[in-house]
């Protein structure tokens, strides 16, 4: 059955995450006014409180779920510290909710190098100019920045930054969330189990 046409309750039949997962982004590509791959990412600091800031999916399949940052940046050393991570994507257009938690892999460098290649040309110059998460004297400073690495790299291809890479959460569960009427909301939470998952409906 397509996904993408059960109701609300009918969703928790689905024998396993990454098709419902799609059809969900899907649907949510289709009704979301902006970013519908935007994501809150939780990471953990080095005296153990927790982080949490929104970035943008940029591919999932079976081995996880996808995104790119300056791994020297607060998410970037705190991900490399702990190597755990959190996902939650919310739909409003929707009333969808999915949480995905897991350890994380860095991605490899030919996917680093082909996903900084697509980007457009103003981003990969940012990635350079910007010292992402760290004090900024002025909005000036990171505009001279900028004009330096354009004139740097007026011409040709630009180099991916050796502190710039992406992550990949490899889930250890995923869980969707539906509202429903009175709150009385559809849960259902996937657990990885061998080389499967287990499902389990959950209160609301």
């Known amino acids: ?18 098709e ?11 009704s979301e006014i902006n970013d519908p791959n935007a994501v809150a990412l939780a990471t953990v600091d080095k005296d153990g409180l927790p982080n949490v800031r929104m970035v ?10 996808v995104f790119y940052t300056n791994c020297e940046s607060a998410k970037g050393t705190e991900i490399l510290s702990s190597m755990k991570a959190a996902m939650c994507f919310y739909w409003k257009s929707l009333r969808r909710q999915v949480r995905i938690r897991g350890p994380v892999e860095a991605v490899s460098t030919a996917e680093a190098d082909a996903y ?10 940012g990635a350079w100019a910007s010292k992402q998460s760290r004090p900024l004297e002025s909005r000036f400073a990171l505009e001279k920045a900028v004009a330096e690495y354009t ?27 539906h509202d429903r009427p009175f709150r009385l909301h559809d849960r259902v939470r996937f657990t990885r ?10 209160y609301p």
């Open 1 to 18: 059955m397509n996904e993408r046409t059960l109701t609300s309750g009918d969703f928790t039949e689905s024998p396993e995450p990454f």
């Open 20 to 30: 419902l997962f799609a059809a969900w982004l899907e649907d949510a590509t289709a």
């Open 56 to 65: 943008l999916l940029k591919g999932f399949d079976q081995a996880g779920f």
């Open 116 to 125: 900084y290649a697509s980007r457009p040309r103003g981003s990969r110059i």
């Open 151 to 177: 004139a740097r790299y007026a011409i040709g291809e630009i180099p991916r930054p050796a502190y710039w890479s992406g992550f990949r959460i490899v889930p250890q569960s995923i869980e969707f969330w």
């Open 193 to 202: 189990a061998g080389d499967g998952w287990e499902k389990t409906r959950l």
